[in-house]
């Protein structure tokens, strides 16, 4: 089979125009998903907008998909024939990482890309290999750190932490999480999930209901304080109703949320904040648990409200407030939305994407450009234990 089936990144470039190669094996851009596929997605489609050339690489994981195809968003996404053509667990992956190592290498044998954006540990892995022999600098998203136990897992990671460029993490909480391992703090930048703010956006239709008040739950609530907290406003509040917006198609979710009053985002963990900031863009006030990225997304008594983990007495009374308050309400979500076009547009995160490719283009090689503390070791972790 040949391994001329990828696109290839164009030979002219405009004044600035950066040729990207994003590699996501386990998580393409094209599915309508949430995670770590959702923020691959929204940093492209930042990217081609702001006139860079990109291809993403992502597993062959379907037997009826094409090769190569284009996104709909300016840029193309390359099906990698690594392995066979279904999902597969990180322990049957492993076994075909050289394959997709070889397709990328052959791939930029002509010309290689400016930079080289990898999200996860197999596609660090396969980067860092890919890219050596071409000295182009690999910027690195881990998307969460040994959390598999997996020897090999955690070996790729440390290698990653020594080779890699430049690490990326969706939020302070991880880059606080990746120091406390042992990766160089001055070579961790925060380049947050983004949210597409010319879909989901305050005007428009909004979805019909009976007149009463809509509190609408945005990703995962916690099972156990979090439901129980919202269960209790909606038993104990008149005339308040309650709709679960990850339950719509993302076409028609815009119009669920515009219908709410509030939305209610109280996970027990969250890496990317992407269902919240899909609420604010739609100019809804939040009120959300602080952890992960929600810490970073949502500004206590400005764009909504944060509630300490487990504190479901909290939630519940936070949510009564607000309720209860219009006024609040209305300056809560003209803030939230503020607050998603100057740090979490697609706009915004290609610049701050752009900036981290540029420092790294522009210093030593990669090989040499980081290495991380004596503390990551080969086992991925800082003589401690990882889960």
């Known amino acids: ?57 992502t ?34 992956l492993v076994n075909h990482l050289g394959d997709f190592t070889e397709f990328l290498a052959e791939q930029w044998q002509a010309r290689p890309p400016d930079v080289v954006h990898s999200h996860h540990w197999a596609s660090g892995l396969v980067s860092v290999i890919g890219t050596h022999r071409f000295q182009v600098p690999v910027v690195h998203s881990y998307h969460g750190f040994g959390e598999s136990g997996m020897k090999q897992r955690s070996d790729a990671e440390a290698l990653i932490a020594r080779r890699a460029a430049w690490i990326t993490a969706t939020s ?89 009053d509030v939305a209610v985002c109280a996970p027990a963990a969250d890496r990317y904040g992407s269902a919240a900031l899909e609420a604010m863009a739609c100019g809804v006030p939040v009120v959300a648990t602080a952890v992960g990225a929600l810490s970073d997304i ?6 909504g409200l944060l509630i300490g983990p487990q504190d479901g007495r909290r939630l519940a009374q936070s949510l009564k407030a607000l309720l209860a308050d219009e006024t609040r309400r209305e300056q809560f979500g003209i803030a939230a939305r503020d607050r998603v076009l100057g740090r979490y547009s697609r706009s915004q995160l290609a610049k701050e994407a752009m900036a981290v490719y540029e420092r790294v283009t522009l210093a030593e090689p990669p090989a040499q450009a980081h290495r991380s503390r004596g503390p990551v070791t080969a086992a991925g972790h800082s003589g401690r234990t990882r889960p």
Not at 61 to 88: E, F, W
Not at 238 to 254: C, I, M, Q, Y
């Open 298 to 303: 949502v500004l206590p008594d400005v764009t």
């Open 1 to 57: 089979m040949s391994r001329q089936l990828g696109v290839e990144l164009k030979t002219e470039d405009a004044a600035g125009r950066m040729r990207i190669a994003m590699v996501s094996v386990q998580a393409g851009p094209l599915a309508e998903s949430a995670g770590q596929a959702a923020h691959v997605a929204e940093l492209c489609a930042g990217l081609s907008a702001s006139g860079h050339e990109l291809v993403v690489y």
């Open 59 to 92: 597993r062959r994981d379907d037997s009826t998909s094409p090769a190569a195809l284009s996104s709909g968003h300016g840029y193309d996404v390359v099906d990698v024939p690594a392995g066979p053509a279904r999902t597969l667990a990180e322990n049957e």
């Open 172 to 260: 302070s909480a991880e880059a606080a999480e990746l120091s406390q391992l042992g990766v160089r703090r001055n070579r961790i930048s925060v380049v947050p999930s983004g949210v597409n703010s010319d879909f989901f956006t305050p005007d428009g239709p909004a979805a019909v209901h009976d007149g009463r008040m809509r509190i609408a739950v945005t990703g995962d609530l916690d099972s156990g304080t979090g439901s129980s907290a919202v269960d209790a406003v909606v038993s104990t509040v008149d005339h308040v109703e309650l709709v679960d917006a990850n339950a719509v198609p993302r076409t028609d979710r815009p119009a669920v949320l515009r219908s709410a």
